[in-house]
T-cell receptor, first 113, second 114 residues
Framework: DQQVKQNSPSLSVQEGRISILNCDYTNSMFDYFLWYKKYPAEGPTFLISISSIKDKNEDGRFTVFLNKSAKHLSLHIVPSQPGDSAVYFCAAFLTSGTYKYIFGTGTRLKVLA | EAQVTQNPRYLITVTGKKLTVTCSQNMNHEYMSWYRQDPGLGLRQIYYSMNVEVTDKGDVPEGYKVSRKEKRNFPLILESPSPNQTSLYFC?????????????FGQGTRLTVV
């Protein structure tokens, strides 16, 4: 039972354009949602997060949108740069009495120069 | 420098030979956890610890053990490794507060069981 889903295994975008990565979840009890970026041969690194009580969080070129009614979140990268090419993982976090981190399967983003 | 350190980075072993992958963090974090990454399956949580001597199962705990005797260390133990435990393993840590949801990951340990 995949509680966090990233249905697009890969995405290619031209440099300078917008990249939109999507994530769907099933459990309405999640408290936080996070995006991580992963380069080959490295551990994932935190990118941006959003509390379940918000619908948008912005940090420079990165914006995360949360649609609770649709149980959907998305990461927007504007403008996309070649250095953004990596695997992006969506994650959901339960805080009450536990420390359950549930990751999606990842989306490989390729930004074309 | 804030970091999570895993050792070894690469390990090839034979079926049934007990092994331990170490994980240490220098950020005084309460929470630590182990994940495995497999193609098409993303990162799956194996075990987590909310503090010293407090551990619990994640989504795929079978065949693994952990211990948390000190706050900084969280070793992963495979008592009798099998080929289906061949994977890329990550340790991670994070703080307790609501602002500390960000997890810091180690560099990974690539394990091959033959």
């Amino acid at each position: 039972d995949q509680q966090v889903k990233q249905n697009s295994p890969s995405l290619s975008v031209q440099e300078g354009r917008i990249s939109i990565l999507n994530c769907d979840y099933t459990n309405s009890m999640f408290d936080y949602f996070l995006w991580y970026k992963k380069y080959p041969a490295e551990g994932p690194t935190f990118l941006i997060s959003i509390s379940s009580i918000k619908d948008k969080n912005e940090d420079g070129r990165f914006t995360v949108f949360l649609n609770k009614s649709a149980k959907h979140l998305s990461l927007h990268i504007v403008p996309s740069q070649p250095g953004d090419s990596a695997v992006y993982f969506c994650a959901a976090f339960l805080t009450s009495g536990t420390y359950k981190y549930i990751f999606g399967t990842g989306t490989r983003l390729k930004v074309l120069a | 420098e804030a970091q999570v350190t895993q050792n070894p980075r690469y390990l090839i072993t034979v079926t049934g030979k007990k092994l331990t992958v170490t994980c240490s963090q220098n950020m005084n974090h309460e929470y630590m956890s182990w994940y495995r990454q497999d193609p098409g399956l993303g990162l799956r949580q194996i075990y987590y610890s909310m503090n010293v001597e407090v551990t619990d199962k994640g989504d795929v705990p079978e065949g693994y053990k952990v211990s948390r005797k000190e706050k900084r260390n969280f070793p992963l133990i495979l008592e009798s490794p099998s080929p289906n435990q061949t994977s890329l393993y990550f340790c991670a840590s994070s703080g307790r507060g609501r602002k500390d949801t960000e997890a810091f990951f180690g560099q990974g340990t690539r394990l091959t069981v033959v």
